[in-house]
């Protein structure tokens, strides 16, 4: 499946994952290797259309910039929006899951 990740300064990136989709505890290792930091939670919100965005769980505690592009994603989602998202984040919308089939 493919992916973009996006880095605090707006950097957008494609990404195919290395783990098989069903290999769950091998895909978590690898977003928290993608997510860096220190991460160890991986927190899931789920996107208009049916996209999915992954970040660090206590990512809003560490010493990490602020990620605007996925701040706007989250509140696209009906985040809070008084809350931001910080550091790099994994995005999959659906366009991007179909592109990969």
């Known amino acids: 499946m493919k992916t973009e990740i996006i880095t605090p300064d707006g950097t957008r990136t494609g990404y ?4 098989k989709p069903r290999d769950t505890a091998g895909r978590l290792r690898e977003m928290c290797a993608i997510i860096g930091n ?3 939670t991986v927190e899931h919100i789920a996107l208009p259309g049916g996209g999915h965005l992954w970040c ?5 505690f560490k010493n990490v910039d602020l990620n605007e592009e ?18 790099t984040v994994i995005v999959e919308t659906k366009a ?6």
């Open 16 to 19: 195919t994952y290395k783990s």
């Open 38 to 40: 220190g991460c160890t």
């Open 56 to 60: 660090d769980e206590d990512g809003s």
């Open 70 to 87: 996925a701040s706007k994603l989250y509140w696209s989602a009906g985040g809070i929006p008084t809350a931001w998202i910080s550091g």
């Open 96 to 101: 991007m899951q179909e592109r990969a089939l």
